[in-house]
């Protein structure tokens, strides 16, 4: 037992003292402007929808797979919600059909989940092309129902969990803690979460070990659907707008998150604490480098693919030394 | 005559451990060295060292009594040394031509390529150890003794003096093992030295001229094969006494009511099978590659669809869609090739044994127990004596013998009625090999019901009560107890 726990915390150890580091720095250099409660409550927000993303995509890594398509299945569930809302704000009262709205955009996450899966179970499609063809694919979907355009007008029964706080931390990002907790206890403590990591390792062993591979693959897909459609959900009630190319960066950044947070590329290994972990990281840090105006937007892509490929490097490195150490070991 | 190779006091160490503690061979021009050992001894790592591949830490090398204080993999070549490694390192996308010419069109810096030269090239090389191959084939549609006989053409082809043949033997029937040694004489012949790596006892015996044996990457003993004996040869790989003549008879035999019966059974690959299984006894399938003995072992464990015919368990006819109903019929396979199909490599040891039986390590909430997850592969490890210091290391860092074990953990935890083994011993040592036998046998006796699908004919004297042999998807031959012998099985399955 003493064994397990303290293998855990060797990734998350790191990843906290990188948080830690770099809080200090921030403290140092941006005492004033970055140390502002104000301040954290925006980065809890903004953080909570890609955040939501990479948990999916988290998953769907550990499982030998990724997901580039759920940025483009939260603004589709987004958009879905919007417009439900839209035309039946007019004729209904109360908020059932705020409710209603809500459980379908989730639905839809879910079927859009379910079909990534399917492509990559059933017709054994890689994942990276499978979900490269499907982005588009409910990004036009989004574009037709919206005709191109954004979709505005959310009742303000619905909007009003945007700006809503539970003791004094803004709803979304209670949404996010719930979420994580929840799909840690999943990963880690059951038989499906599992699956997943065996599924990721070795599909075939998995399939000799009498795992239903296609099955276990297509609930991962269907958790990516349903997180993103969440997300897609708070960044509705946020903006009080959807539309079809919204955050169309986030995908990089939920792909540098997951590799930040410990997941192993190929499958089989990671946590889903770490990427939560990574997520505060990330947004910390991209909070910060808005704080000095002489770094304009226009790094930001680079800084981003400098980050992914710099984590990618140490992540080998710290590998190679794990693999030596147990070779001494053993 | 002189010495073709003589590498003195050679360490090799990765990490921590010591693969070579000071090994030394020395090997006379034109004869066939053997170098035997156990998985782990350091047999392969003193071939990288030799063919240039690993730098060694300490030690000399010496081809032709010329020294190589540094030896990189194009000296070796240069120096006339190859080696035909397991994999036979060929490509399996191109012709048996392309895969015969590359080298040497590489090696003489050519830009341009010209199919009638390669043709000429190919030609050239097979002609050596007259092989008769269709040279426009794709590599990857031939059998695999065919692939090892490209490797060796190619080593020729570059002038060798010295080839190092890393476990010839292991995925050829008996057949092709005669075809090989063959070619060994031929070569011999020819003044081409051979260096035999290989820990099977027969063969060792009938091909090489000396023997190195190696053991915990040391010295064990060098010496002419004429003085070696068998028993000799077990004790110095394993540095253990084994009581080789252990007799089946002596077990408890205890052979109960039919508990699976196969009736007709075909699907790709095999066709109609006919077979009793009883409680308490061990059936073995036997026969080449190919023969349709791993599809047939497929076919019972839900991974392969039959096409025609009926499974009976336990007097009821059952349809096996996948495995999880095989599981439920408590049906279980130890796969064949255990590091792809059977073990989940990186993951820890406990993981790898408690996957099938997951479902019983959960509560009705569907959470897994993790301390029930722990008590059960402490368990097994304990039971079937996998020899580990952690359970939480990753089961890639086992030896064979181990890993194979796990397997075999995995699947005896879920308790089975019948249990079918694919080739159980396969690149597990001789100690390992051993205990394995042993606890099959002890499982028998104590009424579970074993499949062993086997080409290793000794195994299955070892431990079979009765054999069916196939051949290009049919049974040709049925050999009870009695008739269970070296001779009859191998005349059965040429």
Redesign the interface.
């Known amino acids: 037992?003493m064994?397990?726990i303290k293998?855990i915390d060797a990734n998350i150890l790191r990843l906290i003292m990188i948080l830690i580091v770099f809080l200090i720095i921030a403290c140092v250099t941006q005492p004033t402007n970055f140390m502002k409660a104000d301040n954290f409550r925006s980065m809890a927000k903004q953080m909570t929808e890609y955040g939501l993303m990479a948990l999916g995509v988290g998953v769907c890594m550990i499982s030998g797979g990724i997901d580039l398509s759920c940025v483009y299945i939260a603004n589709l569930s987004g958009i879905t919600a919007g417009l439900m809302m839209q035309s039946m704000s007019t004729t209904s009262s109360g908020s059932g059909y705020i409710l209603l709205s809500v459980l379908v955009a989730i639905l839809v996450g879910a079927a859009c989940g379910i079909f990534n899966g399917f492509l990559i179970s059933y017709l054994r499609i890689p994942a990276m092309l499978a979900t490269l063809g499907s982005y588009q694919l409910f990004m036009g979907i989004s574009i037709v129902i919206s005709n191109g355009s954004t979709v505005s007008g959310i009742p303000e029964g619905y909007t009003m969990w945007g700006t809503t706080l539970l003791a004094g931390i803004p709803f979304a990002f209670v949404v996010f803690l719930i979420c994580i907790i929840l799909l840690s206890l999943i990963m880690s403590?059951?038989?499906?979460?599992?699956?997943v990591?065996?599924v990721g390792?070795?599909a075939?062993?998995?399939?000799?070990?009498?795992?239903?591979n296609n099955s276990v693959l297509i609930r991962s897909y269907m958790i990516s659907g349903i997180l993103s459609a969440i997300a897609g959900l708070l960044s509705l009630a946020r903006i009080n707008s959807a539309k079809a190319d919204f955050g169309s960066s986030y995908t990089m950044q939920t792909i540098l998150i997951v590799v930040l947070g410990g997941v192993n590329p190929d499958g089989?290994?990671g946590s889903i604490p770490g990427i939560a972990i990574a997520v505060v990281i990330l947004q910390l840090l991209s909070s910060y480098l808005n704080m000095f105006p002489n770094i304009s937007n226009y790094y930001r892509d680079l800084i981003w693919g400098v980050a992914l490929i710099a984590v990618l490097i140490l992540n080998f490195v710290t590998n190679k030394r794990k693999q030596?150490?147990?070779?001494?070991?053993? | 005559m002189g010495n073709i190779l003589a590498v003195k006091g050679i360490k090799k160490s990765f990490g921590g451990v010591h693969a070579l503690k000071g090994v030394d061979l020395t090997i006379k021009e034109g004869e066939t060295h053997c170098l035997a050992g156990e998985n782990g001894c350091g047999k392969s790592t003193i071939i990288k060292v030799i063919s240039g591949f690993y730098q060694p830490d300490e030690g000399t090398i010496e081809i032709n009594e010329k020294g190589y204080p540094v030896m990189t993999p194009s000296e070796a070549i240069n120096a006339g040394v190859q080696v035909i490694y397991q994999d036979f390192s060929i490509f399996p996308n191109l012709t048996v031509i392309e895969n015969l010419a590359f080298n040497q069109i590489l090696a003489n810096k050519k830009k341009l390529v010209n199919k009638k030269e390669f043709r000429r090239i190919a030609e050239e090389a097979v002609k050596k150890i007259n092989f008769d191959v269709d040279l426009d084939a794709l590599v990857e549609t031939l059998p695999v003794a065919d692939k090892q006989l490209i490797a060796i053409s190619r080593a020729l082809l570059d002038n060798a003096k010295l080839i190092i043949m890393d476990e010839p033997t292991t995925a050829l029937t008996k057949k092709e093992v005669k075809r090989l040694f063959e070619i060994i004489t031929d070569l011999k012949k020819n003044g081409v030295t051979i260096l035999f790596v290989s820990h099977k006892l027969d063969e060792v015996f009938e091909i090489s001229d000396s023997i190195t044996i190696l053991r915990n990457g040391e010295n064990v003993i060098t010496c002419p094969t004429s003085e070696m004996t068998e028993e000799k040869f077990t004790y110095y790989m394993t540095g253990r006494h084994f009581d080789t003549n252990q007799n089946k008879a002596d077990m408890e035999k205890n052979i109960g009511e039919t508990i699976m019966s196969v009736k007709g059974l075909s699907a790709p690959g095999f066709e109609n099978v006919n077979f009793e299984l009883h409680k308490g006894e061990i059936l073995g399938v036997t026969g080449q590659l190919g023969s349709g003995r791993t599809e047939l072992s497929l076919a019972l464990f839900g991974l392969l669809k039959p096409t025609a015919g009926t499974i009976t368990m336990e007097g009821k006819e059952v349809k096996i869609p996948n495995v999880s109903a095989a599981e439920k019929l408590g049906i279980a396979l130890v796969p064949e090739d255990r590091l792809t199909e059977g073990l989940f490599l990186p993951q820890s040891i406990i993981k790898n044994i408690t996957v099938s039986k997951m479902d019983e390590l959960t509560s009705k909430a569907g959470i897994l127990s993790n301390k029930k997850v722990v008590e059960e592969s402490a368990k097994w490890v304990k039971d079937i004596g996998v020899a580990t210091k952690n359970h939480e290391f990753p089961v890639q860092t086992l030896s064979g013998g181990n890993q194979q074990k796990v397997v075999l953990g995995r699947w005896l935890a879920t308790n089975p009625k019948v249990l079918i083994l694919n080739g159980p011993t396969v690149g597990v040592d001789i100690g390992a090999k051993y205990d394995i036998h042993s606890l099959l046998r002890k499982l028998a006796s104590e009424g579970m019901a074993i499949i062993i699908v086997s080409d290793d004919i000794a195994e299955v004297i070892a431990t079979c009560d009765r054999a069916i042999v196939m051949q290009g998807g049919r049974v040709t031959g049925q050999l009870d107890g009695s008739e269970l012998s070296n001779d009859s099985l191998t005349s059965a399955t040429n």
């Open positions: 037992m064994a397990k293998k403590k059951t038989r499906f979460g599992q699956k990591y065996l390792t070795n075939k062993a998995a399939k000799f070990a009498g795992i239903k089989g290994f030596a150490r147990l070779a001494k070991a053993s």
